[in-house]
Nanobody
Framework: QVQLVESGGGLVQPGGSLRLSCAASGRTLDYYVIGWFRQAPGKEREGISC???????YYADSVKGRFTISRDNTNHTVYLQMNSLKPEDTAVYYC?????????????????WGQGTQVTVSS
């Protein structure tokens, strides 16, 4: 399994932006399908985005048009750019590697999880 590390969470006002990063300890993510999940208090974990090795992407309806997933193979990092944030986006955000070689939707079959990073959207 891959050891994943997320960063970039924090407190932001409604309408603001954050960029989350996902990197692997000791190896590159360039050859992994990567997904982002989030879990709000009292709610189930939700798959919100996925990026394939070839760069194709998928989004859950809840974030489509506001969030952008991307990968930087130079820095071996996957990003989640979050714009127009809403209070309902408040959650712990996790990145994960996919067991399969290609995702076909925002929800993936997870192999490895990161430890999560807290995002709080509040005025």
């Amino acid at each position: 399994q891959v050891q994943l590390v997320e960063s970039g969470g924090g407190l932001v006002q409604p309408g603001g932006s954050l960029r989350l990063s996902c990197a692997a300890s000791g190896r590159t993510l360039d050859y992994y399908v990567i997904g982002w999940f989030r879990q709000a208090p009292g709610k189930e974990r939700e798959g919100i985005s996925c990026i394939n090795i070839d760069g194709t992407t998928y989004y859950a309806d809840s974030v489509k048009g506001r969030f952008t997933i991307s990968r930087d193979n130079t820095n071996h990092t996957v990003y989640l750019q979050m714009n127009s944030l809403k209070p309902e986006d408040t959650a712990v955000y996790y990145c994960a590697t996919d067991l399969s070689s290609r995702c076909l939707g925002a929800d993936i079959l997870v192999d490895s999880w990161g430890q999560g990073t807290q995002v709080t959207v509040s005025s």
